[in-house]
């Protein structure tokens, strides 16, 4: 329908705000990243802990409130992620809304991975990392193709084997999130990789907002330069969280993440 | 020929505001996609005809282009690999694979509560799929033509005012036979559609338009 001037004025206006708000107010208020000798999970939270070699992916089941800490041992490696809701795999992890809703391509302590139907997914409760990528994805045949000459292990097929042994197939693969991949943008929007942005210990804590299923895949990053790939073993470590209370960084970051906390906690009221 | 003689147009359609559209386009056929009134976003996924579980992966394309925007002789990538699509002509200068589609969830979170009951791009993918037999869980990052959305070094992601003026177009050559689906984007709350949706027209040619 046709929109009068004055609705036009008043949503540019309110769009305004929350830009402001987004861009300026949010990411001061942002908690500071986790050092590296950061909190360590005390041995009776721990559920479960695997490490998966360079090349291989696992699949986890989290509970609401369970949190996954992923460790990139060696420093030279990077972690690929998708998921579904457990209860229901239509929905999943979303990079497009995740980006838009923080205004911002960068996620760091504090932010949320969001679903697809305006849920938080992934609350990023530690890291001390703060350089991971929403937008270039993991590698595929045909990167480390012309990359290595040879067609190695790569997220692509990772995912492909982990989706069918949940039952899930290539139409429930989404757009992914990658740990510990510094990809930037120079001012002409080309991609570059941040040399001096990973060392060996780096982590996250991703807390699960919802019962979910996950797919982690431990593969170079198609735009990692290192010839031939040098990604070693990522450690997994499943335990218990805190739930996101009423102050929960994570929670109360922006009005944007206030809301999609709101309509997560309304799953289980 | 010149951008407004459509004589050797195979088809024409104007799509109205807000409204979805889809269609195959034959390999080698291109469909342009006119901007009539300037400043409208346009959400577009491609599938294979043939076999629609390969589909348009925005993340394959910018790795395979290395740079973070559509703009001409951008090759659109499937999650195969395979390029499906190439842009072969663009007066806007200017389009985003990042920001996916506006949907009522994600609006409630981004403007409201209050904003939920408007309609969205992914309400105009899932009816315009399901004449196809796809549903909600084949919707993947879209593109959006004449969308402004500017990422800068630090990571601020913004939907910034369009910059396609009335008539503008872009041209999408097809590299294998692709059902095309459009969403007329009826977002009202941010600047991509101007704050106002307005009606575009797509006229699909044979070959490659000048």
């Known amino acids: ?269 | 020929m010149s951008h407004t003689d459509t004589s050797d147009a195979l088809y024409i359609c104007d799509i109205p505001a807000e409204r979805p559209w889809s269609r195959v386009l034959k390999c080698g056929q291109t469909l342009r996609i006119i901007d009539s009134e300037g400043q409208q976003a346009v959400d577009a996924l491609l599938y294979c005809a043939e076999d629609p579980s390969e589909r348009y992966s925005s993340q394959d394309t910018l790795r395979v282009q290395g740079s973070a925007y559509i703009e001409l002789g951008t090759r659109l990538i499937s999650n195969k690999g395979r390029a499906m699509a190439r842009i072969t002509a663009d007066t806007c200068g200017r389009h985003d694979t990042s920001a996916g589609c506006c949907s009522c969830e994600s609006n409630a979170v981004r403007f409201g509560e209050a904003t939920k009951f408007q309609h969205a791009c992914r309400e105009n993918f899932i009816l315009e799929l399901s004449k196809h037999g796809l549903t909600k869980r084949d919707i993947v990052s879209n593109l959006n033509f004449f969308m402004n959305v500017p990422i800068d070094p630090s990571g601020n992601f913004t939907v910034v005012d369009g910059i396609s003026a009335p008539g503008n177009y872009v041209d999408v050559t097809a590299d294998m036979d692709v059902l095309f689906v459009i969403s007329n984007c009826p977002q009202v709350n941010n600047p991509c559609n101007g704050f106002n949706p307005t009606p575009i027209r797509v006229v699909i040619r044979d070959a490659p338009g000048l």
Not at chain 1, 136 to 160: D, H, I, K, Y
Request: a negative charge.
């Open chain 1, 1 to 269: 329908m046709s929109q009068t001037q004055q609705q036009i004025e008043a949503n540019r206006r309110r769009y305004e705000e929350l830009r402001a708000a987004g861009q300026e107010l949010t990411p001061k208020g942002l908690p500071e990243p986790t050092a590296l000798d950061g909190p360590p999970i005390s041995p009776n939270a721990v559920i479960h802990q695997e490490q998966v070699p360079a090349g291989w992916y696992a699949t986890m089941r989290l509970r609401r409130g369970e949190a996954l800490r992923i460790v990139d041992d060696s420093g030279h490696s990077s972690v690929s992620l998708i998921g579904w809701r457990d209860e229901d795999t239509s929905e999943r992890i979303n990079c497009a809304d995740t980006v838009k809703v923080q205004w911002s391509a960068a996620i760091t302590k504090g932010r949320i991975i969001l679903s697809d139907m305006g849920r938080v997914f992934l609350s990023l409760i530690e890291d001390t990392s703060g350089a991971h990528d929403l937008l270039v994805g993991g590698s595929t045949p045909a990167s480390t193709l012309a990359a290595f000459g040879t067609t190695t292990r790569n997220t692509q097929e990772n995912f492909l084997a982990a989706a069918s042994k949940l039952g899930l197939d290539v139409r429930d693969i989404s757009p992914c999130v990658t740990f510990f991949a510094p990809v930037s943008l120079d001012e002409a929007g080309r991609f570059r990789w941040q040399e001096g942005r990973k060392r060996p210990g780096d982590f996250v804590d991703l807390r699960a907002e919802m019962n979910l299923i996950i797919a982690v895949s431990n593969c170079p990053h198609p735009l990692d330069p290192a010839r031939p790939a040098v990604s070693g073993p990522v450690t997994l470590i499943k335990h218990r969280a805190a739930m996101a209370a009423e102050d929960d960084p994570c929670r109360t970051a922006s009005p944007e993440a206030a809301r999609a906390f709101a309509f997560t906690d309304r799953l289980f009221a």
